[in-house]
Nanobody, 123 residues
Framework: VQLQASGGGLVQAGASLRLSCVVS????????ITWFRQTPRRERGFVAA???????YHEDSVKDRFTISRDNAKNTVSLQMNSLKPEDTGTYFC??????????????????WGQGTQVTVSS
């Protein structure tokens, strides 16, 4: 299974971006797909997840601004990011796995990872 992340960029605070994660070599509907964010000062942190059944989870700081969705027909998971803030800056990775819900935020539960896409939000 391969994941290809795209959609990052350099934007000003308040702008929007839409990240995409295209899954190939496997059926998207078989996996939970999760976005993690990595910054120089911290390990990869949970951002949002969507389960194989369509359940969604968002980290508290983004849940009113970011929305994760999936299109199984296109094997794509998207992360719509609105009202971006400088603290959203980082490299965003999508990952595929089959974690139980209580472990959905644990990056070690994921088998496959995309290459990351950089998001930079200037103030």
């Amino acid at each position: 299974v391969q994941l290809q992340a795209s959609g990052g960029g350099l934007v000003q605070a308040g702008a929007s971006l839409r990240l995409s994660c295209v899954v190939s070599g496997g059926a998207l509907r078989s996996y939970t797909i999760t976005w993690f964010r990595q910054t120089p000062r911290r390990e990869r942190g949970f951002v949002a997840a969507i389960t194989w059944s369509g359940g969604t989870y968002h980290e508290d700081s983004v849940k009113d601004r970011f929305t994760i969705s999936r299109d199984n027909a296109k094997n794509t998971v998207s992360l719509q990011m609105n009202s971006l803030k400088p603290e959203d800056t980082g490299t965003y990775f999508c990952a595929a796995g089959r974690p139980i819900v209580s472990a959905i935020k644990d990056s070690s539960m994921y088998y496959y990872w995309g290459q990351g896409t950089q998001v930079t939000v200037s103030s």
